[in-house]
């Protein structure tokens, strides 16, 4: 089973099922995804390259991180995008 937050973009959703994975969506306070099996729950933040460049900036992304290790067990942050060219876009 895995919770998805009300903001995530549909698409994993529809990804997910497809796969045949049970997922539910609901409000999540700390992250974007929980992968439950059986008694473990593992949260998931998902990034995209540029909120993630923004998040580190306006020094979000700490606190955000430090919630999520503090109420799950194992946390994980999966930043998708390209930093070098987020960073050539921006910063050039």
Do not use: W
Request: charged share 30%.
């Amino acid at each position: 089973m895995i919770l998805i937050d009300v903001n995530e973009p549909r698409f994993y959703e529809i990804k997910l099922k497809a796969e045949g994975i049970q997922v539910r969506r609901e409000r999540i306070e700390f992250c974007d995804y929980i992968v439950k099996v059986r008694d473990l729950e593992v949260a998931v933040e998902r990034k995209e390259i540029n909120d993630y460049l923004s998040s580190i900036i306006d020094g979000r992304l700490f606190r955000q991180l430090y919630l999520m290790s503090y109420h799950y067990p194992f946390s994980y942050l999966v930043v998708v995008g390209y930093v070098s060219l987020a960073l050539r876009l921006h910063y050039t």
